[in-house]
């Protein structure tokens, strides 16, 4: 099975410097990849996929991912945090489970993002 | 909108209650998804619909019981669950492949 691992449970960051959420892939060939955003009692939103096109993903709110096969990483950056990117955000692997299932998607455990004025 | 919508949006049930999660997706997707989300755990994926037949059962306790009458609903029938139950149950929607995932906002469930 496809797998994902945060490497962080926690981060941080003061209002206006740089985010880096990181992320590991386990996958037994080429991966898509995903970040996903939950805000407080909200649903997941989509913020960027990887699929074996472009390696610097662009995503939603100034986010961006780059894929490196080299290091099996899929950090996700962003130049400035705001206030409103406080979150959860999730590191995600699609996973083909079987001819009939095809896929599904497997979960990190999750960064939970602070952002300090 | 999500074009992914769940309800209720809160549950509180006893151990012995029948209740169910409803969710309904406008997106035109052909699988549909029931996610568990739990403290401190990941989400961990329940059943998988694809073109309303169910697909993947991930050794989800016979209490939960999924329904898929056609594509654009999806229930999760609850039967005497216990306290650890208790979750953000989280419903998904997608086209067949590996693609993104379009979730509802959730139904929380506490089990007292």
């Known amino acids: 099975a496809q797998s994902v691992t945060q490497l962080d449970s926690h981060v941080s960051v003061s209002e206006g410097t740089p985010v880096l959420l990181r992320c590991n892939y386990s996958s037994s060939y080429s991966p898509s990849l995903f970040w996903y955003v939950q805000h407080p009692n909200k649903g997941l939103q989509l913020l960027l996929k990887y699929t074996s096109a472009a390696t610097l993903v662009k995503g939603i709110n100034g986010f961006e991912a780059e894929f490196k096969k080299s290091e099996t990483s899929f950090h996700l950056t962003k130049p400035s945090a705001h206030m409103s990117d406080a979150a959860e955000y999730f590191c995600?692997?699609?996973?083909?489970?079987?001819?009939?299932?095809?896929?599904?998607?497997?979960f990190g455990k999750g960064t939970s993002l602070l952002v300090t004025p | 909108e999500t074009g992914v919508t769940q309800t209720p949006r809160h549950l509180v049930m006893g151990m012995t209650n029948k209740k169910s999660l409803k969710c309904e997706q406008h997106l035109g997707h052909n699988a549909m998804y029931w996610y568990k989300q739990s403290a401190k755990k990941p989400l961990e994926l329940m059943f998988v619909?694809?073109?309303?037949?169910?697909?993947e059962n991930n050794s989800v306790p016979s209490r939960f019981s999924p329904e898929c009458p056609n594509s654009s609903h999806l229930f999760l029938h609850l039967h005497t669950l216990q306290p650890e139950d208790s979750a953000l149950y989280l419903c998904?929607?997608?086209?067949?492949?590996?693609?993104?995932?379009?979730f509802g906002e959730g139904s929380r469930l506490t089990v007292l």
């Open positions: 619909y694809s073109l309303e037949e169910r697909v």
């Open positions: 995600v692997v699609s996973d083909f489970l079987n001819s009939n299932s095809g896929y599904a998607l497997n």
């Open positions: 998904a929607s997608s086209q067949a492949g590996p693609g993104e995932l379009f």
